[in-house]
RNA sequence: GCUGCUAUAGUGUAGUCCGGCCAAUCAUGCGAGCCUCUCACGCUCGCGACUGGGGUUCGAAUCCCCAUAGCAGCACCA
């Protein structure tokens, strides 16, 4: 019976197959560390992740920061913590920063080979030339000259913009955007904060030129490169290597969030999010904040696959995964929103015993000390309701002068409770109670919660009847909760 | 504009390659009920989709054509 419930959980979600995967695969995943990981790039990250392990072989963390414009200095360490919280089997790392050398080299043999071109036409010009399918005059320089042009891009003769290497592809090809693609161009500003240089591969280039180099056999990224793999298909057969199987998935947005990094990092600067880990962000540095759990993110991420369609991410199903991993394990505590305190006529004092997890008797339970006057959700005392039962202690009638309500003790019955269909809710003794403050995305709620939550700092536990929050901080002037998900 | 890709319920997804077993799968969501000292979890039942139009065929979600919509690329970004 156990394992029933087990396998219900744990059902793999199958991948389709990826072909000439069957001895294995050598992977990667190749962000800009121009900001955090966010769900998007998770998407890549886990889809990669789940074909290495489902065939063996490598995992390759690539760094592409050929752009300095690009490059946040902080995000090296940024996506590496964000990767070693989604638990990935990356096997090695390589930043392409510290490659240039090996660029350069194979720059100087594709030219050697008559692949590429040394272009110092001015942009406008070789635009218009382009769309009209014309060869620039650079095109049929001879081998020699576009070495000479090459060394002379190297040696900082040519300054910024004054010359571009150029991939030789159909100038007759229907799509503009695979004309003479350029490789290699000089960029003198920004300085790229970890490496010295003048001349900087485009990506269509170094990624070739890694894949290559990598041994890569795989790739699966989303289908704004569809484009880029056409282009780099032209780089390929002029070193005459071996092109790796692509596949590539189609759009992803959620519901509500912005993932473009410029943009958060806009806000941010803006004084809009408090930082990357701002709870209405799709970081991951921000799910993790509000408790959503790495295999949450990967499970969701392998439910929506590798389709080509565009699609719209949705919470729903993000909380879903999450709530089968968190339910079992988060405790359960009182938190009372928008207090009342409220006295109670008639009852004696006594103890209650709560349970920390309904499922899980073994865990124990919180003791909560009634003396009299209790702390209620105000949201649930109402005119018209005559009776509400506090969990675990006893039954309560209201009756109203007016708008001042008074409390009295009702008997202990549950059973009388349940005839009488009345809400069973949270409480807290009015004496001990601790503040806390509830984040959520549309704002804050304040409250008072169980002094026991102070031992749940980072953890994420459930307020009963309110729903799943993550214990972010816990200070003299009480708990700080993000909420999670109902 | 040019080039290309895609189109199954509110959301995601299976089925599409090799037409019939699909009055369409699973999950999520929503509704009702059961269970329960949480509006959680669990259980039961229900709701809800093949973009539109032609064609091929005995038979089309599946193949073909057209239309429509969405997306991507046409950067000295990745």
Request: aromatic share 10%.
């Amino acid at each position: 019976m156990y394992e029933a419930l087990f396998a219900k959980h744990e059902h793999r979600r199958v991948l389709p197959d990826l072909e000439g995967a069957e001895h294995g695969v050598v992977m990667r995943f190749a962000p800009n560390p121009s900001g955090p990981l966010h769900i998007g790039h998770a998407r890549a990250a886990v889809l990669n992740d789940a074909y290495v392990k489902q065939y063996g072989g490598r995992y390759i963390l690539r760094i592409e920061d050929t752009d300095p414009k690009r490059v946040d200095p902080e995000a090296y360490d940024m996506v590496k913590e964000d990767i070693a919280w989604l638990r990935l089997g990356i096997t090695e790392t390589v930043t392409q920063s510290e490659r240039l050398p090996l660029y350069y080299d194979l720059c100087r043999k594709l030219i050697e080979r008559g692949g590429a071109y040394v272009c110092i036409c001015n942009n406008e010009r070789f635009r218009e030339l382009k769309q009209a399918k014309i060869a620039c005059p650079c095109r049929d320089q001879p081998v020699e000259k576009n070495l000479g042009l090459w060394e002379r891009m190297l040696d900082h003769t040519f300054n910024e913009g004054e010359a571009t290497v150029r991939i030789k592809t159909d100038l007759n090809n229907p799509d503009p955007a695979m004309r003479d693609f350029p490789a290699f161009r000089i960029l003198d500003s920004p300085p790229h904060p970890r490496v010295i240089a003048h001349v900087y591969p485009l990506m269509n280039f170094s990624v070739v030129a890694d894949d290559h180099l990598l041994g890569v056999t795989h790739v699966i990224r989303g289908k704004d490169h569809i484009a880029n793999t056409r282009r780099q298909r032209y780089i390929y057969d002029h070193f005459g290597w071996k092109v790796p199987v692509y596949r590539h998935y189609g759009r992803m947005g959620i519901e509500g969030v912005v993932l473009s990094t410029s943009q958060m990092r806009f806000g941010i600067n803006e004084g809009k999010y408090s930082g990357w880990d701002d709870i209405r962000l799709g970081t991951l540095r921000a799910l993790a904040r509000r408790g959503i759990s790495p295999d949450a993110v990967k499970n969701a991420v392998l439910a929506i696959g590798i389709g080509d369609t565009d699609i719209s991410f949705s919470w729903d199903n993000l909380y879903a995964e999450n709530k089968k991993i968190v339910d079992p394990v988060a405790n359960r505590y009182f938190f009372v929103p928008d207090p009342f305190t409220a006295n109670i006529d008639g009852a004696l004092h006594r103890t209650a015993h709560a349970m920390l997890h309904p499922g899980d008797t073994a865990r124990g339970s919180r003791i909560l000390v009634f003396e009299g006057s209790v702390e209620l959700p105000r949201g649930d005392i109402t005119h018209d309701t005559a009776m509400v039962r506090l969990k675990d202690l006893f039954n309560v009638t209201i009756s109203w002068d007016g708008s001042i309500p008074s409390f009295a003790y009702a008997g202990d019955s549950l059973a009388e409770a349940r005839a009488a269909k009345a809400h069973i809710i949270q409480w807290l003794p009015a004496q001990g109670a601790v503040p806390c403050t509830l984040l959520t995305q549309e704002g804050e709620i304040t409250g008072v919660c169980e002094p026991l939550v102070t031992k749940e700092l980072g953890n994420v536990v459930q307020f009963e009847r309110v729903g799943f929050a993550r214990i972010d901080a816990v200070g003299n002037d009480g708990v700080t909760a993000y909420f999670t998900h109902k």
